[in-house]
């Protein structure tokens, strides 16, 4: 690798976090993780068909990883799909054998929504669905989170306020799971102007790091290891799905690291090109 190829990647990556030889690593071991993973899904041992659901956090890092080394944002909707896809069948399965999977270790759904490893991936997997103009996803992922609740438990307010944009008849449970830091997300969906909108944002955004990707072990400060284990990249994808169905000025909210603001352009050109479609028929 000479001095020229590695400015190109610095200079393309979104994050500068990420290195070079971390994102080599990704392309390498995340395509062999997931065969793997879809190996075990056709074994005969009960055990491994159960780790088949790792299939669907392996690739949300994945497309993160992809979104963080700078990559055409065009390839994510399809990985998108995969995840819920797999989701969907994981799920199916946990559901149909229950009982054998729990004496394997498995004890509770493949995707638990309040569980903390799981949260700010229901988040980030709402956000994404409207930022990819992949809307069409939700009814699917809402039925996921909703046949892994355990005892019932319905998402809270925070993720009822992101699935309201989509479902109008979803109801308001009245709590926040994840401490008062996931507030600010109701606040800001929810804010009487786009200007308290911003200031709700912008104060969630703040601390975002710490108190929310803080929750799980599994990411935070993964960069700071030697070989970057375990990162993909920090991304607030809330605070961009906020910023793009509402239709607010992110001009503040891009000085932030974790502010996805590539994914907003693309999202809104998106949109553009719909709209001058629409007008030219």
């Known amino acids: 690798m000479n001095e020229t190829e590695q400015v190109c990647f610095n200079e393309k990556r979104r994050q500068h976090f990420l290195t070079e030889e971390r994102w ?3 392309l390498e071991k995340i395509p062999e993780t997931i065969k793997i993973l879809t190996d075990n899904f056709n074994s005969s041992d009960l055990g491994l068909k159960g780790s088949y659901s790792l299939v669907s956090s392996t690739l949300w890092r994945y497309l993160k990883a992809i979104y963080t080394a700078g990559e055409p ?6 990985i998108l799909d995969d995840i819920i896809h797999i989701l969907e069948t994981s799920t199916q399965f946990w559901k149909e054998h229950k009982k054998e999977l729990a004496e394997h270790g498995y004890d509770s759904g493949p995707f638990v929504w309040d569980d903390s490893d799981n949260y700010m991936k229901v988040l980030g997997l709402i956000s994404v669905c409207y930022l990819l ?3 069409d996803l939700l009814p699917r992922l809402l039925e996921v989170i909703l046949a892994n609740a355990e005892d019932g438990l319905e998402p809270d307010t925070t ?14 449970t009245g709590y926040v799971q994840m401490g008062d830091h996931a507030i600010l997300i109701s606040d800001a969906i929810r804010g009487e102007t786009k200007e308290k909108q911003l200031e709700s944002l912008s104060a969630y955004l703040k601390d975002w790091y710490r108190e929310m990707v803080g929750m799980s072990d599994l990411e935070y400060q993964t960069h ?4 970057q ?5 920090y991304w607030a994808f809330e605070v961009a799905a906020i910023v793009y169905l509402d239709d607010l000025d992110d001009t503040e909210l891009r000085k932030s690291p974790y502010y996805p603001k590539d994914m907003v352009d693309w999202a809104r050109e998106q949109k553009r090109k719909r709209e001058d479609t629409g007008k030219a028929d």
């Open 24 to 26: 080599n690593t990704i």
């Open 73 to 78: 944002i065009s390839n994510l909707p399809s």
């Open 133 to 135: 103009q992949r809307e």
């Open 159 to 172: 993720i009822e306020d992101f699935f309201y944009y989509r479902f109008k008849d979803r109801p308001d």
């Open 224 to 227: 700071l290891d030697p070989e």
């Open 229 to 233: 284990n375990g990162y993909c990249g």
